[in-house]
């Protein structure tokens, strides 16, 4: 039903706030989009193909090999955590292949579903550029005891007396998780720009986010957007068979849409103060950011050295004091970086996450799919958790809502032959 997407919609924002873990806005968010979901679909697909059971059943026993192969030190302590990790592993793989599978999600196009999106794209924009104006004074967002996750990276007052430069992170811990927010919700506002009914709110909702993206200066949604918008674009638009012009029109549009927008925010941000190249992406370039230094290149580093060490993945209780270890033999110091998913699944799960990946990316099927879940990699936290579970799974409902059925990149299609004999002539 509609309903449950509709308020699924609403209540995304509020993810990372709640009671406990398990009593959030995150796993509202989950159950209504469970609730979106048509189960038999699913068993008729893993009843015509069984190797997809055996394998994604290997894939989830692998995930407890950390802890039945190696000696822990707080075993119900790892046991849970990797309960947990496959738990919504198996969620994961069910949503993105409910992207390839025929009315998996009962979810239907229409104008009110539409304004709902582009309405709570808009106010976060709106968020955003407040708080880029607010942060200076001190402390502006939501109370920090109404958060169970992320409520560690929240500014002090102190950082905003003393930060030469703000982002913004609305209703979220941190503005990294608000770039992966709008990548998620661009999925479904680029398509709805494909469409000739919902084209005009597909392109106000792709500037409000492009916007906002920019605004919160994550690499990582400029890496998103890098890797998803024209490949994606050009891929999904091949698949459908448009024809040449309006091929080149409309990827022209996007193009042009997401560059004025992204230009607009930069201006925007400039006459307020913020320097967005000079600030954020500046200190990347001349190596001088910690974040992307901490999420990014010491993670790195230390990679090999966790395959060698920790071939099986490191356990969950020794996981911190393992990791600094590391970082500190590569001379980078005792320093935290467990802060991106793709290398957190490799940490957790060594050299076996080569495995896990290729069956989560082989359950997305499409291209459009592929490029995307790839891109959710790229953002803090590990991706089996609830709130990534329920943004992903929010993400290819709406998507699909608005789209018809894309042809599967992995699909072999082999057209049926005839063998003739010539008779000679008489």
């Known amino acids: 039903m509609n309903l449950f997407i509709v308020l699924a919609v609403l209540c995304s924002p509020f993810v990372q706030l709640g009671a406990s873990y398990w009593v959030s806005g995150a796993t509202t968010v989950l159950l209504l989009v469970l609730l979106s979901a048509r189960y038999r679909s699913l068993y008729l697909h893993y009843s015509k193909n069984h190797h997809d059971i055996a394998l994604d059943v290997t894939a989830v026993l692998l995930m407890f090999t950390p802890v039945l192969l190696q000696e822990s030190g707080d075993f119900s302590h790892d046991i849970l955590l990797n309960a ?3 738990f919504f592993y198996v969620l994961l793989i069910w949503v993105v292949r409910g992207f390839s599978i025929p009315d998996f999600f009962k979810v239907k196009p229409g104008k009110t579903l539409a304004l709902v999106i582009m309405s709570v794209s808009g106010v976060m924009l709106i968020f955003a550029l407040i708080q880029l104006v607010k942060l200076r004074g001190g402390y502006f967002g939501l109370p920090k005891t109404w958060y169970v996750t992320n409520y560690e990276m929240l500014p002090g007052e102190l950082d905003t007396l ?3 430069s703000f982002r913004p992170f609305c209703t979220f811990g941190e503005p990294s998780y608000l770039a992966f927010f709008c990548i998620s919700f661009l999925m479904p506002a ?3 720009c494909l469409t000739k009914k919902y084209r005009k709110i597909g392109l106000i909702t792709s500037a409000f986010l492009l916007c906002t993206g920019a605004a919160s200066q994550s690499l990582a949604f400029l890496f998103a957007l890098g890797i998803l918008i024209v490949p994606a674009t050009y891929i ?6 448009i024809s040449g012009v309006a091929f080149g029109g409309i990827v022209g549009s996007l193009i042009l849409a997401g560059g004025l ?15 967005i190249l000079g600030d954020r992406f500046g200190n990347i ?7 992307a230094s901490l999420r990014i290149f010491a993670p790195l580093v230390i990679l090999p050295k966790v395959f060698i060490g ?6 969950g209780s020794e996981m911190l004091d393992t990791v600094t270890g590391y970082t500190a033999e590569a001379g980078l110091g005792f320093v935290k970086v467990i802060d991106n998913a793709l290398f957190n699944t490799f940490f957790f799960f060594g050299l076996t996450a080569f495995f896990l990946i290729y069956r989560l990316l082989r359950a997305a099927s499409a291209p459009l799919m592929i490029i995307y879940i790839f891109s959710c990699f790229n953002f803090n936290g590990d991706i089996f958790s609830v709130d990534k579970v329920a943004l992903i799974g929010l993400s290819i409902a709406l998507f699909k809502a608005f789209s018809p059925e894309i042809e599967p990149v992995f699909k072999l299609t082999l057209k049926p032959f005839s063998v003739t004999q010539q008779v000679p002539a008489a």
């Open 84 to 86: 947990r990790l496959a």
């Open 162 to 164: 003393w930060a030469k």
């Open 190 to 192: 680029f398509r709805m």
């Open 236 to 241: 999904y638009l091949k698949s459908t068979k």
């Open 261 to 275: 927008a992204t230009l607009a925010a930069m201006t925007i941000l400039s006459w307020i103060g913020v320097n």
């Open 285 to 291: 370039a001349s190596g001088q950011d910690t974040s």
């Open 310 to 315: 920790h071939p099986l993945g490191i356990l």
